[in-house]
């Protein structure tokens, strides 16, 4: 089973995802610019790389989207 560090959960209704990184949440990213600063505060050395890398696991909706569906 393949383990990601970063978990981007699915849209909210009134819009977002929360994010955790290493079990802990992070807060809630309302674009990419909001998770690369969320990878960037826990460290990560390329947080723009990481952010289209498969370190990522993408729950619900589609990748980089942080609408829900109406």
Do not use: K
């Amino acid at each position: 089973m393949t383990r990601h560090p970063v978990v981007v959960y699915p849209p909210s209704v009134s819009g977002g995802r929360r994010v955790r990184i290493d079990a802990i949440i992070s807060g809630t990213a309302y674009s990419d610019r909001d998770l690369i600063e969320f990878l960037r505060r826990a460290g990560a050395q390329e947080p723009e790389a990481m952010a289209e890398s498969n370190l990522i696991e993408w729950r619900g909706g589609h990748p980089h989207e942080y609408l829900a569906d109406a």
